[in-house]
């Protein structure tokens, strides 16, 4: 039964995901336009650098996430393929999902190699979907930092004097364009994945709870099973792990760099400018008042706390359950 949620939760989150990144499909297209622009036009060593970073991370992450979800899934093949071929000459055969009535040649090798292609789809979908969120916003994330030091360096320039105070309007203005950009872009991707991360999140507390519930059963009541079906389900919660941490990590790091834009300007020597020139500047503290978020659904806001908080929620219901069960 656990296998059967499992399977089905894993393969509706990708089907969802897939289904809304088709839906916003140019929405997404704009957004990672925007992003090959901001590689193409970059031209000063440090703006690369930062950028550079923040993609390093991203694909950290993401390799991360891929080997974990690939060996998942290749001990998912390995335990299906053992039971396939233990049954392929019983008179009744099981599948993931058991249609009782595919018990001929050949339909019950099809479907079983159906179910199998779908699991891998269900795999790659996800990991696809979570990679390119976080990716963008951690891109979002380097091009706030770009901006507060682009803002340092205006008012720097301003400092020595060498630029005059209409240029360094000039330069506010197209900084004060680009954050507003910049939150503009972040906003599109939240309202595209917003609900459906909602119930990423709520479907992975759960999923936590049941799989190491009966990771405990089986520990405690000292079940007769095959370690390669107790590796299947630890990779599993590393993998669904690995899944929320990374919407965590992104959303963290984009919380932290849009409310740097305000105290960027503070650490900046506003306090050599003229008055009416350092006045400019409060256009952009205003703005960063509120920071950027990744949310999921209207409820909570993605960050490490939120992991740490689905993790000990999990951990509730798996005490809960070990209490009734004993």
Known sequence: MLELFVASNISTMAVSKMIITRYYGEKLQTLVASVMTDWMTSKSNWERSTMLKLARSGRSLSIGYFIVGISALLVAYFIRLVIFLQNIHQPRRYLSYRF???????????TWFLQISGATYAVFGNYSVDSFISILVLHMCGQLINLRTALNNLVDKLDNRSISSSKFRKGLT???IRHEYLIRNTKTINDCYSPVLFAHMLI?????????????????ENVNISPTKICFLVLYVCLVLTQLYIYCYAAERLLLESTNMAYGVYECKWYNLPPKVAKDLMFIVYRSRIPLKLTAGKFANFSLELFGIAIKTAMGYLSALLTITN
């Open 174 to 176: 197209a900084i004060v």
């Open 204 to 220: 992975a507390s759960f999923q936590l709870c049941l799989v190491i519930f009966q990771i405990s059963t089986i520990i405690i």
């Open 100 to 110: 009782d009535y595919i018990q001929k040649s050949p339909y019950y090798e099809i």
